[in-house]
């Protein structure tokens, strides 16, 4: 069955990404013009990867990329409770001014354990760009850090995403825009 053939709908394609994306690294090229060093941009793996890719792209900054992963979520569509931390930083951000980059916030247990994380470690702000949103299901409020911001791609209505670096069970991370899967499939 061909991949496209598994989604119900499509709820912003390839061309609104790209759109947005673009209006978000703007932003936070104009928000960081004297930063020294440049912002840190951290991807919380496996999700943000393909969002950091086309985001760090455009922005016109000398900035550098790193990962952390945090995992709760397992196989399903419903998390685990309170994030581990399962990958750590290689760069030291003390007295740097870091930009977490996430695929979705849902509940915002994961954005606040990392948050907390990077403050530990000294870092002199901490912002987060976020694709996608869910208010309709948070249960922990998160604050970026100092002088930090809160970026965000687009409002996600309550369902369970994929595509866009987004997976059910480790598949469809590389559909190039975000849908909902035939409800056969969650099974
Ligand atoms: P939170 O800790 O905010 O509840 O969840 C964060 C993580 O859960 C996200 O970074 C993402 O990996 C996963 N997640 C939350 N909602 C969705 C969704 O609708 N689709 C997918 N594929 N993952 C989601
Ligand atoms: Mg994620
Ligand atoms: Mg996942």
């Not at 994306?21 to 943000?48: M, N, W």
């Not at 990077?118 to 100092?146: H, Y």
């Not at 069970?169 to 409800?183: Q, S, T």
Request: glycine residues 8%.
């Amino acid at each position: 069955m061909a991949l496209d053939s598994h989604i119900e709908k499509v709820i912003w394609t390839a061309g609104e990404i790209s759109d947005r994306v673009a209006e978000l690294a703007a932003e936070i090229t104009s928000d960081f013009p004297a930063a020294s060093p440049a912002p840190v941009l951290v991807g919380v793996a496996t999700g943000a990867f393909v969002f950091l890719a086309d985001l760090v792209r455009q922005i016109k900054l000398p900035i550098s990329v790193d990962f952390i992963r945090a995992d709760s979520y397992g196989c399903g569509t419903e998390s685990a409770g309170a994030p581990r931390l399962s990958l750590d930083l290689k760069a030291d951000v003390r007295g740097k001014h870091v930009i977490l980059v996430e695929d979705i916030v849902d509940t915002g247990s994961t954005l606040a354990t990392l948050i907390s994380h990077l403050e530990k470690r000294g870092a002199s702000s901490v912002s987060v760009c976020a694709f996608l949103d869910k208010p309709a299901r948070r249960k922990v409020e998160f604050q970026v850090v100092g002088s930090g911001k809160y970026y965000r791609g687009f409002e996600c209505p309550d369902y369970f995403v994929v595509g866009y670096g987004m997976d059910f069970a480790e598949v469809y991370r590389n559909l190039p825009y975000v849908g909902v899967l035939k409800p056969e499939l969650y099974s």
